[in-house]
């Protein structure tokens, strides 16, 4: 993860993500999201398990939220935050599916 300073955009920090309990392919590379919780900021879609996988601010696994075994399949972009919940878009179906996560 990189930090960048928002007055001149250069980088800050660079957080490296630790302890990830699934091998990375299992994991969508842009479906990141802030959550804003304490210990839980960071979260990743883990595809293959239906699962979604915390990271707090040091960059260190810490909690998964289990998904329905039915969610979209979603391996590349089309994942979204907001109000403690994820959102997955199903273009095939063209239709967003939201869980609350928190």
Do not use: M
């Not at 302890?19 to 990375?24: A, E, G, I, L």
């Amino acid at each position: 993860i990189h930090v960048y300073d928002q007055k001149n955009y250069k980088i800050k920090k660079k957080i490296t993500l630790k302890k990830c309990p699934v091998t990375w392919a299992y994991v969508n590379p842009v479906g990141f999201f802030y959550s804003g919780y304490k210990n839980y900021e960071f979260g990743l879609y883990d595809v293959v398990n239906h699962q979604v996988l915390f990271f707090n601010a040091g960059g260190v696994y810490k909690a998964s939220t289990q998904l329905p075994d039915d969610v979209p399949v979603i391996e590349t972009f089309r994942v979204g935050f907001a109000n403690d919940r994820i959102f997955l878009y199903d273009h095939d179906n063209r239709a967003w599916y939201g869980y609350k996560i928190f």
